[in-house]
């Protein structure tokens, strides 16, 4: 399919948007609607989350770019202070908010009762397969911004992404017992704010999935406080504080970088089209 054929009519990002949205959003509005029992509640809540995924493998295949798109997951040569930055810049900032948390809320937090080294890669293993990891980066980043980066620089593709990101999540609002909850307006400007930094870490790190599922992983491990004990549930404050962290740094990329989010280092390393070879 050339690029002018798939962007005339129905681009593919729009055409995947819509189909992720689809199935999601019939998976998680059945849970919704009719609230049904185990084992058919946590099935379609496992088939919403893997939307992104389906919708790009979908695509990719009817474009005959599957063994691109994939490749993208597996892509592990990457400069090691790119790893450095997705195993340790979530963490960083995660502590950072949940630190600042407590000093504004004068709260005590511990570590979680459960071991540590039980709970932790549980937690990040579920993230990385399912829930935030492949289910979604596939179709995020592995297949929506790719087609973005073709037409936007990588500042404005991280935007759009992240919005539609944000919105796609709006109906674990309405679960019961889902991860989501609170504000959804301080949850959509940090979406939007962590777009942008995996942009960043994508376009620098040779595009790949794998090292941008790992931030991913990594974040909703440490930031969902997942690995601590509260002595009351947190209120607004800490997602309003983990938000302005977000586009704290974000911005601190963008004033580095450019529009293009390359860091200085990388600038051989710009983006052109869906990686090499393109589907054209």
């Not at 819509?18 to 379609?44: D, M, Q, Y």
């Not at 937090?109 to 993230?127: C, M």
């Not at 297949?143 to 919105?167: D, M, Q, S």
């Not at 004990?229 to 404050?237: K, M, Q, S």
């Amino acid at each position: 399919m050339s690029r002018e054929a798939s962007t005339s009519h129905f681009s593919p990002f729009a055409q995947f948007v819509v189909l992720t949205f689809v199935i999601t959003w019939t998976a998680w509005g059945t849970v919704i609607a009719v609230n049904p029992e185990p084992p058919l509640r946590p099935v379609l809540a496992l088939l919403g989350g893997v939307g992104p995924l389906l919708a790009a493998g979908i695509l990719s295949w009817r474009d005959r770019i599957l063994r691109k798109w994939a490749s993208r997951a597996v892509r592990w040569r990457v400069p090691a202070r790119w790893w450095i930055a997705a195993v340790v810049l979530p963490v960083v900032l995660s502590l950072l908010g949940w630190g600042i948390y407590v000093v504004l809320e004068d709260v005590s937090i511990g570590l979680t009762p459960s071991p540590i080294y039980i709970v932790y890669p549980t937690v990040f293993l579920l993230v990385f397969f399912l829930q935030g990891g492949y289910g979604e980066e596939m179709g995020w980043r592995g297949y929506a911004l790719p087609h973005l980066l073709e037409r936007y620089n990588a500042l404005v593709a991280g935007l759009f992404v992240g919005v539609v990101w944000a919105v796609w999540h709006l109906p674990q609002f309405f679960i019961q017992g889902s991860s989501q909850g609170g504000s959804f307006l301080v949850y959509l400007t940090g979406v939007v704010g962590l777009s942008i930094i995996l942009t960043w870490l994508f376009v620098n790190g040779h595009r790949s999935v794998l090292l941008v599922v790992v931030f991913h992983a990594q974040w909703n491990v440490f930031d969902s406080g997942a690995l601590f004990e509260f002595a009351a549930a947190p209120g607004l404050v800490a997602p309003a504080t983990s938000t302005a962290l977000i586009w704290a740094f974000a911005l601190v990329l963008i004033a580095i970088c450019g529009s293009d989010l390359q860091s200085p280092g990388e600038m051989g390393n710009r983006p052109s089209g869906l990686d090499e070879g393109a589907n054209k």
